[in-house]
């Protein structure tokens, strides 16, 4: 084994009740094939969090962890906080226990038997490794189309994603060490991880139904994930607004021209008097306003991009003498 293989999998739970023991029957089952495989240590464990669910989650939680005391860990979070944060309390929780962490969600969606894939890119050096869906078969017509539909509006927006890429990913001790330095609130993990580098590969797999239990994610809650995703790594909507401006104040000139003509030549019809000039004023003036509140937006996008204190950079190897590295 060449890199310390003590494997936590980290699962968010939001009402799982109905998941919960086949989550973790399938996953003991991964943890037992993967270390008779020798591609991960005897301690390796499976963490449930329990994002503040309403029904029996915490409960049949604690049980597994009775039965499987070294095997099944539980988080329990004093309220619901959603899943990207319930994610992130549970990744920043095995960090401090484990060597490199997968996340997945409690519906088994995603197939545990790319496990194996993920740990040997893992050993072959990768920090993170994305799970990628090969298509959206199992999925419903509408959730296809919008989750694509959000993948296309997020790259259009500058916002680095990995496309088809859900939570479903391995990551290294180290780059869960360099997500830690990301302290901001508006949380949208799919476009914080890409950003913080290392090498980094994904494994391919056929996205399943679900088994028991709804989508813990209507509608609403995608739309929030995409807005939230957008207004947390862009700036550009500032920029349409210059843009818009800018626009506008070219028109006018173009009104220029015609509310001269008019005035002139009288060929669209006679003008009554002031309306060339205050068809000029609110064409211009429109444009003017717009570029100076895209310009004030430039300053407010710069400010968001400080308050933010996210990491600048952060070192993947520091080549030196033996003296420096004390
Ligand atoms: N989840 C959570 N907190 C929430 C909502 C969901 O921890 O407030 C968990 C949920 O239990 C599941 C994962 O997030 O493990 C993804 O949810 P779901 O499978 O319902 O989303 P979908 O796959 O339909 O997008
Ligand atoms: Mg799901």
Not at 144 to 159: D, I
Not at 301 to 321: A, C, D, M, N
């Amino acid at each position: 084994m060449m890199r310390p293989g003590r494997l936590a999998i980290v699962v968010p739970c939001y009402n799982e009740e109905e998941m919960l023991p086949i989550t973790s029957e399938a996953l003991r089952a991964s943890l037992d094939d993967l270390q008779a495989k020798g591609k991960i240590s005897s301690d390796s464990f499976v963490l449930f969090v329990d994002d503040g669910s309403k029904d029996k989650t915490w409960e049949l939680i604690a049980t597994e962890h009775e039965k499987y005391p070294e095997k099944i860990f539980g988080l329990k979070l004093a309220g619901n906080v959603g899943h990207q944060f319930a994610l992130t309390a549970g990744l920043l929780t095995a960090k401090d226990c484990s060597d490199v962490t997968i996340s997945i969600d409690a519906d088994l969606q995603d197939d545990v038997h790319v496990f194996d894939d993920m740990m040997d890119k893992y050993h072959d050096g990768c920090d993170i490794v994305y799970g990628v869906r090969n298509s959206r078969k199992k999925d419903t017509f509408f959730k296809r189309t919008t989750a694509q539909g959000f993948y296309k509006v997020m790259s259009s927006m500058g916002v680095k994603t990995v496309y088809n890429h859900a939570d479903f990913r391995l990551m290294s001790k180290r780059a869960l060490q360099a997500f830690s330095e990301y302290p901001e609130r508006n949380l949208f993990l799919r476009g914080i991880v890409p950003l913080i580098g290392f090498k980094t590969d994904s494994v391919y797999y056929e996205r399943l139904e679900r088994v028991a239990g709804e989508s813990k994610y209507p509608l609403k809650k995608m739309l929030a994930l995409a807005i939230e995703g957008i207004t947390s790594f862009s700036v550009k909507p500032i920029s349409f607004i210059t843009g818009f401006g800018i626009m506008i104040v070219i028109l006018s000139f173009l009104a220029l021209i015609y509310v001269l003509v008019s005035y002139f030549f009288h060929i669209f019809g006679d003008t009554q008097p002031g309306w060339s000039s205050l068809m000029l004023s609110i064409w211009f003036i429109g444009g003017v306003q717009l570029i100076s509140i895209g310009l004030i937006g430039q300053y407010i996008g710069k400010i968001y991009i400080e308050v933010k204190q996210r990491p600048r950079y952060h070192i993947e190897t520091f080549l030196s003498s033996e003296k420096e590295k004390e």
